[in-house]
């Protein structure tokens, strides 16, 4: 009796075991198609993934992700239909919306994420000369202390001093 | 801090050392505080919620401590804990030193301890336990019998060092900020709160350059997406800091040697630390998406709060004590060291703009359209990789400009070889068949800056070997000994250089995915994969998928790879295993992507990366720059060699001894 209860609990065990291993597999190997064309590659890491992962769709392989695969699928379905990449781009934002662009399209209010770089470059260089100007007008205008030094002592001096105590 | 704001208003001695001991004491509670959540984690005591979030039985003891920090909970006390020895470290340096100054620094400190720990008491304590209604008013704790386990992607040796370089990046520039508000409000003298937080800031520097470096090599060698920076907003929020703390590094030294700048240099701290902060928000507080961050949290009105009283304090301290930062700023030319500064600022500003600009977009958009949008990486490369090549050619003109002026004749003796050798590299590569810009660009400003490094040691060099006799190699550890602060730089800007020549690799990815039943072969460049085995296999604490790669490099067989992909029953999560062949010239990268959903054949994901292992490398020469620049110079000492021929007149007849230079002799 107590084999048998034993033997019964052994092959639940073992049941039980090969049950986990089964469901393991199917969680972790998750489901992906295998993307070939190099067009859809390209297309592809203009879009992100819709799962809210913030990755390209194309890199998204993230644990748990649900919707990478089915969009490299359709992806690559629309891609065989020989549109152009931007009447595929598009068919995923009439889908998803302009979230689903990797990139913001510069026009309207969203121009404004290209511009502020090149706002911060341009009024950075502008404050930058306007502070060289004004140093260089105090330099100009500070009153010069000392000796007269030739501009050849000046310049050995300048030399010297960048040879041996620069930092 | 209440001790400390009471010892600066009544100046008394007595309540100034009570203070400092406050400091000290609240450091010490703080380690036993972090000491008890570690003995939690090691005893498995799972009537802890966080313990039982973030452990099991089985995991291993190493993995045990990095759950500590692997929560929302837990790593808010380590951050206080990382603080804690910063504070600790300051205040028992500088003990009964500077008495202007070191009681505003304990109050700035002890009140960014404050906030943390507030937080960590009450709002994410990492000490809550579950419990269960006992009778009348009574709650019984409830242990749980297992816990759920570590995140599997944080399964791994370098995640275990990642965060705790991180937070002491993040939490270093504490100090500086510390100090430089402290030298505002106490209108201390000088330039000495410069000197004082020069090492501090370094230092920090140093571990959030580690701490990238190691994210970038853990997303590359975890994540499976076969890249290393995906401009994830939390991988920004990282960089933000590191940007403005570099701005810094460099334009403290115009107030150091001309006393230029002082205002910019006081706001680039407090921007520093405000953006460190802001980073941890964007990381607790789910304001933008991320693959990292975690989900909505009840820290956040604490954080935009904290973040809005830091900077109405420094804004305060500002305009109260503006009189205080007036320096009498002068350029001698515009070809010099400090217009190079300028312009070196001026960039990685830029750059630090274009980051946060770009990172928080998605979130404008919501707020004024009303629509979700994306901001990827795409856009970060298009705007950052122009930003990113400037600067680069910044770090080869930068050092070689005098200060105050540099001549014509000097211009050229400096840049003349460098600039034509980059050129000329950079025509070879077009003629070898380089079609790229920027990559060609980045070949010519590699080159260049590379070469004005090894010009600017070799020409120290000579100038010691000419005078001690020693050989030039010797000279050059001489050279570098005697200014480390400077020679240190130059390893740190030729490991950027490391670095750049990495990232140019990225230009020439190749990929290819396929169904590789066992036998099935891919061929990616010159390497060829045979797929040999396929097994599942279960281990301790998790369930492994792994594929057996052999593969050939040029027809020969070179190495087996192991692309795994984990399930962990316990959180139900799994992780992938990459496998990855490196050499100097590329990365051969295979992940197993998981099974094709219409046949159940394992599908294989290989990448071919070009150049990689030369980012981890300029990563550990940066690192290893930052070291040498934090070693104090050696001094000069004289020694006495017999001259070689007799002096005719004078009081003594013995030969006078004439002084050489010697280095390292007592």
């Not at chain 2, 789910?286 to 304090?313: D, R």
Request: glycine share 8%; charged share 15%.
């Amino acid at each position: 009796m107590t084999g048998t209860v034993i033997t019964l609990f052994r092959k639940r065990r073992r049941v039980a075991a090969l049950v986990m291993l089964a469901v393991a597999g199917v969680l972790i190997s998750g489901l992906v198609y295998a993307q070939n064309s190099d067009r859809a590659k390209r297309v592809g890491s203009q879009l992100m993934c819709m799962c809210n992962c913030n990755q390209i769709l194309t890199q998204c392989n993230h644990v748990g992700c649900t919707m990478s695969a089915a969009m490299i699928k359709e992806l690559d379905q629309r891609v065989q239909t020989n549109s152009s990449d931007d009447l595929v781009l598009q068919s995923f934002v009439q889908e998803f919306g302009t979230k689903v662009l990797a990139s913001p399209p510069a026009q309207g209010f969203n121009l404004l994420a290209w511009m502020i770089p090149g706002i911060a470059f341009g009024a950075g260089l502008a404050l930058v000369i306007v502070v060289i100007r004004q140093w260089r007008r105090r330099f100009e205008l500070a009153p010069a202390g000392g000796p007269p030094v030739s501009s050849e002592m000046l310049e050995r001096a300048r030399r010297q001093a960048d040879q041996e105590t620069d930092d | 801090m209440g001790g400390g704001i009471a010892a600066i208003v009544t100046r008394r001695p007595l309540l100034i050392k009570s203070a400092r001991n406050a400091g000290f004491a609240v450091c010490v509670l703080i380690w036993l505080s972090i000491s008890s959540l570690a003995y939690l984690f090691v005893t498995d005591n799972f009537s802890v919620a966080y313990v039982a979030e973030h452990s099991n039985k089985t995991q291993p003891l190493f993995f045990k401590f990095a759950a500590i920090w692997s929560g929302q909970e837990g790593s808010l006390l380590f951050w206080s804990f990382i603080l804690s020895i910063y504070v600790f470290s300051v205040l028992f340096t500088y003990r009964g030193k500077h008495p202007e100054l070191m009681p505003y620094v304990g109050v700035v400190t002890a009140g960014v301890q404050l906030f943390f720990l507030m937080i960590s008491n009450f709002v994410v304590n990492p000490f809550n336990v579950f419990g269960s209604p006992g009778a009348g008013a009574a709650m019984n704790f409830v242990a749980r019998a297992d816990g759920r386990g570590l995140n599997p992607l944080l399964e791994y040796t370098e995640m275990v060092i990642h965060p705790p370089m991180l937070y002491s990046g993040y939490t270093g520039f504490t100090i500086p900020f510390a100090f430089a508000l402290a030298a505002l409000l106490g209108r201390y003298p000088g330039e000495k709160w410069i000197h004082l937080t020069r090492r501090w800031t370094m230092i920090a520097w140093c571990f959030q350059s580690i701490g990238v470096i190691l994210g970038m090599h853990w997303a590359y060698v975890v994540l499976g997406w076969g890249g290393y920076w995906g401009w994830d907003p939390v991988e920004n929020a990282s960089i933000l800091p590191w940007l403005t703390g570099t701005a810094f590094l460099h334009s403290v030294m115009m107030q150091e040697k001309r006393g230029m700048m002082r205002v910019w240099n006081v706001w680039l701290v407090f921007v520093t630390f405000l953006l460190t902060i802001f980073g941890t928000t964007m990381t607790r507080t789910g304001l933008v998406s991320s693959v990292h961050a975690f989900a909505q949290s009840p820290v956040e009105p604490w954080f935009y709060a904290f973040i809005g009283i830091v900077f109405v304090v420094c804004f305060t301290a500002y305009w109260r004590n503006r009189d205080y930062l007036r320096s009498d700023n002068q350029l001698d030319s515009l070809a010099s060291r400090e217009s190079s500064f300028l312009f070196n600022n001026l960039i990685l500003l830029v750059a630090c703009i274009a980051v946060l600009s770009g990172t928080l977009f998605p979130v404008f958009s919501r707020w004024v359209q009303g629509t979700q949008i994306s901001v990827g990486a795409p856009f970060f490369n298009k705007v950052n990789i122009p930003i990113g090549l400037f600067l680069l050619f910044l770090t080869g003109v930068g050092p070689l400009l005098a200060w105050r002026k540099t001549s014509v004749e000097s211009l050229k003796r400096n840049f003349g070889w460098p600039a034509l050798l980059g050129i000329v590299a950079g025509i070879a590569g077009v003629a070898l068949g380089l079609r790229n810009f920027y990559v060609t660009v980045c070949l010519i400003l590699c080159v260049f800056v590379t070469l004005t490094i090894l010009q600017e040691f070799f020409r120290g060099a000579r100038v010691i070997s000419a005078r001690t006799g020693s050989n030039i190699i010797s000279s050059v550890v001489q050279l570098t000994l005697r200014n480390t602060r400077r020679y240190g730089g130059y390893v740190v800007h030729f490991g950027i250089v490391l670095i750049f020549i990495g990232f140019s690799g990225s230009a020439f990815n190749q990929d290819k995915q396929m169904d590789m039943p066992v036998g099935a072969q891919m061929e990616i460049g010159p390497y060829k994969l045979v797929h040999q085995s396929f097994d599942s296999i279960p281990e301790t604490n998790y369930t492994s998928e792994k594929a057996t790669i052999a593969v050939d490099h040029n027809g020969e067989q070179t190495i087996m790879l192991y692309p795994e992909r984990r399930f962990y029953p316990s959180n139900e999560e799994s992780g992938t295993m990459v496998a990855v062949y490196s050499t100097l010239k590329e990365d051969l990268y295979v992940v197993y992507a998981g099974r094709s959903p219409d046949t159940q054949v394992p599908v294989i994901h290989a990448y071919l990366n070009p150049l990689v292992k030369w980012v981890w490398l300029g990563g550990i020469v940066v690192v290893l720059g930052t070291i040498l620049a934090l070693v104090p110079n050696q001094q000069p000492v004289l020694a006495f060699n017999r001259a070689t021929e007799p002096i005719a007149a004078g009081p003594e007849q013995s030969p006078a001894p004439l002084p050489i230079e010697r280095r390292g002799e007592p």
